[in-house]
């Protein structure tokens, strides 16, 4: 095995690989400073700082961000800039794969498009063996996103999972084959554990499986193939070197090491991707790739580790959801790369247009059902907020004082700082513009939608902040294709007896339906009433309701979770699970029983849609078909 060496100033806490390996190690003398954000500034040992007069320091607020790398040519096996990281995002197959993150066709494709504009190099778009409701997302996405260049030549990779069989190769490539650039990524798992208790094969046997079915995959056509062993973090090394090596001769061009159960620490992870750098034969002929799994909450630093240690693919997740725990966060990722990329990590950086961050976060929550916490770095509500009269102090002198990102850098404007207060008598064009200015670009149905809501709004308050717009963006757009929709809602509750609810739904028909109903409550004899029209048993698993902002008058925002009664029992392909399919649905108003309502209305609409796709699937399957 190769010898190694430790770094252990404060440059960096990473071990990494003797100078034979060819890893390129950024020596403190030898680093560019880029002058436009302060914060950023590296930590060297005292004896190695530069002297004061060789830094220039920009002394506006606001940093001044540095001129962006262009994109490199995209090669499957090399890519041309060996500083250039790509960005594999995951939110559709693994972070799908959180309890209730249920998502349908349409808003997987809304996702997909998104992606796009956020500029990741690989969406990978789902497990299409998994099921034809996946299988058909992702032909979907292959078709449309796979193949929208921009003028730069841009356009994102699509990719396909599936395990190492033919089958599921095969799915594979029916599915992404219609993309420009399209990818299979296979996977085995190479573990002792794994291959004992879930796979019960020797290491012999998995080693040529693997080889195989990579050999396979390249025989239909494609390309593009990525591997991974699956649990390569406690996968034996040897092993792991002769398995990644075959698989490299079959044809494989890019190696992913994921740390499946995220159990490595950020020093471990780091000198696993040098080793493997260091002793596969054949390694400088593919990218090396890394998936991390956050069950001990390190999965941003052990990306970070990876990265900085050779790999030059990172796999990611909005918001870091995911299996269990999660994944690393993209924006995480991608925002440490852009604030110390150049200083700490030896020039690394990404093609990701970070304006995009704030809308991709806030569509993936929305059309998930997984509300983000407020402490969450990058995205949070609390990210940019100070509340400390020490740091409040400091911020108003200068914002570098506490902030070593700009809010302005991921598509969020600070409200007091735009300019425009918007109350009932603003217009759609100031409308337009601060929803512009907040990451959000609709088309001018969706801008019309908005704009009456936001009348109806402002009518009732006397300024409408940020926070009330993104939530009436999350209940116009960020809504599951209409199969029921609320007309008008009436409901009589207190203490003098039952609650009682009048609802009048309104089908895909047009047609109109009313059903009243007693509860125990307003929202619970409101639930019934729609039972009785949807004719649809459901049960409530969660209910959630927050105001957005503080006061009497604050728009709320509801969450329900639903399972239908007789729900489609399902096996996860992945992990061996019985699950049953839940649904999620997001309501807002200023009323909270009709933001309950609609909450549990767009909950319904995304179970009966997808029920929808099944029958209309089934009635094909069963047409006759003639010569």
Known sequence: MASSI?????????????????????????????????????????????????????????????????????????????????????????GEQSPGATLTSKEKLDIARQLAKLGVDIIEAGFPAASKDDFEAVTAIAKEVGNAEDENGYVPVICGLSRCNENDIKAAWEAVKYAKRPRIHTFIATSGIHLEYKLRKSKEEVLDIARSMVRFARSLGCNDVEFSPEDAGRS??????????????????????????????????????????ANTPGIENVIISTHCQNDLGLSTANTLAGAFAGARQVEVTINGIGERAGNASLEEVVMAIKCRGEHVLGGLYTGINT??????????????????????????????????????????????????????????????????????????HALKDRLKELGYELDDEQLGNIFWRFKAVAEQK????????????????????????????????????????????????????????????PVDSAYKAIDLITKEPVTLLE??????????????????LIRAEKSRISTNILTGEIVQRTFSGTGAGMDIVVSSVKAYIGALNKMLGLKEQYQTKASIERTPVSA
Request: charged share 20%.
């Open 6 to 94: 430790l770094i252990s100033s404060k440059f960096s806490p990473f071990h990494f690989p003797s100078p034979k390996s060819s890893l390129f190690l950024p020596s403190p003398t030898s680093l560019h400073f880029l002058s436009s954000n302060p914060p950023c500034f590296p930590s060297f040992p005292s004896k190695s700082l530069p002297k004061a007069k060789s830094l220039l320091i920009s002394s506006s607020l606001a940093p001044t961000p540095p001129t962006p790398l262009r994109r490199p040519l995209y090669i499957p096996n090399h890519i041309p800039d060996p500083n250039y990281v790509r960005i594999f995002d995951t939110t559709l197959r693994d």
């Open 236 to 277: 034996d090394r040897e092993f792991l070197y002769e398995i990644l090596g075959e698989v490299i001769k079959a044809g494989a061009t890019t190696l992913n090491i994921p740390d499946t159960v995220g159990i490595t620490m950020p020093s471990e992870f780091g000198q696993l991707i040098a080793d493997i750098k």
């Open 355 to 428: 304006q995009h961050i704030v809308m991709s976060s806030k569509m993936v929550e929305d059309y998930t059902g997984l509300h983000i916490q407020p402490h969450k770095a990058i995205v949070g509500a609390n990210a940019f907020a100070h509340e400390s009269g020490i740091h409040q102090d400091g911020m108003l002198k200068h914002k570098g004082t506490y902030e070593i990102i700009s809010p302005e850098d991921i598509g969020l404007e600070r409200s007091n700082e735009a300019g425009i207060v918007l109350g009932k008598l603003s217009g759609r």
């Open 462 to 521: 006397k300024r409408v902040t940020d926070a009330d717009l993104i939530a009436l963006v999350s209940d116009e757009v960020f809504q599951p294709e209409v199969v029921w929709k609320l007309h008008d809602l009436q409901v009589t509750c207190g203490t003098l007896g039952l609650s009682t609810a009048t609802v009048k739904l309104i089908g895909a028909d047009g047609e109109e339906h009313v059903a009243c109903s007693v509860g125990t409550g």
């Open 543 to 560: 209910y959630s309701m927050n105001a957005v902002t503080e006061g009497i008058d604050a728009i709320a925002t509801t969450r329900v």
